[in-house]
């Protein structure tokens, strides 16, 4: 038998890793607030109740809301100052419905007397173009019900729908005016002294769903 020899020239073995990459993340978004500061200056004792809550008048600055795809988005609040709050406040200035969720603190004195509190409402909000109404969330996003634009604290949340809707709508981007409104404890429950000065404090963070 004849043997065959067979060279294989210019051949080598190579190697090629494949890899595959991704994030699987949501749309990255930016909540702004043009003025953080609602300050209403020098309250004249005269203009306040001993017997009666004293509601300021409203003060507002324009919120956005900008994310760089659609997507679903709400607002979770932390009163900064909730130790302060004077139970029962906002039902008496306001309406039954304004419970100690949407009551946010205004500090104390220095005996440590309870100087008042304020709520916070988003309006005018506009979504992708299209007006939107501000509904709440009591249980953490799990259910939904139109809301007056009035931000309560966790488990509320606060979120943006269409008309004919109570479940939050994706979007991009959503405008409006953020609205704050302070009401003053009775000045029998408190000693105005050399002065006082009001001391809220909040923090509104912008939360996936």
């Known amino acids: ?7 294989l020239l210019g051949v080598t073995a190579q190697a090629a890793d494949v890899r595959v990459k991704g994030t699987i993340a949501p749309a990255s978004c930016s909540f702004t607030i043009t003025q953080s500061v609602f300050d209403y200056g020098r309250i004249q004792p005269s203009s306040l109740s001993a017997t ?3 509601k300021l008048e409203r003060k507002s ?7 760089d795809a659609a997507t679903l988005v709400s607002i979770k609040t932390q009163d900064n100052r909730a ?3 004077v139970p029962g ?5 306001f309406n039954s419905t304004y419970n100690d969720m949407f009551n946010y603190g205004l500090g104390v004195s220095t005996k440590n007397e309870k100087i008042g509190g304020y709520v916070m409402l988003m309006s005018n909000t506009v979504a992708d173009g299209k007006a939107v109404r501000v ?16 931000l309560a604290q966790p488990p509320h949340l606060t979120s943006w729908a269409s008309s004919a809707s109570t479940a939050p709508v994706a979007l991009s981007t959503v405008s409006g005016n953020l609205l704050v409104q302070a009401v003053i404890n009775k000045t029998s ?3 105005v002294g050399s002065g006082i000065s009001l001391d ?3 923090t509104l963070e912008l939360r996936h769903l």
């Open 189 to 191: 429950a408190f000693s």
């Open 61 to 67: 600055t324009p919120f956005a809301v900008k994310c």
């Open 83 to 85: 130790s302060s709050k």
């Open 89 to 93: 406040m906002m039902q008496a200035a």
């Open 52 to 54: 009666q809550y004293t």
């Open 1 to 7: 038998m004849t043997g065959v020899c067979v060279a």
């Open 200 to 202: 809220g404090h909040a």
């Open 135 to 150: 509904n709440g969330s009591s249980n953490n996003g799990a259910t939904w019900t139109v809301g007056d634009g009035a």
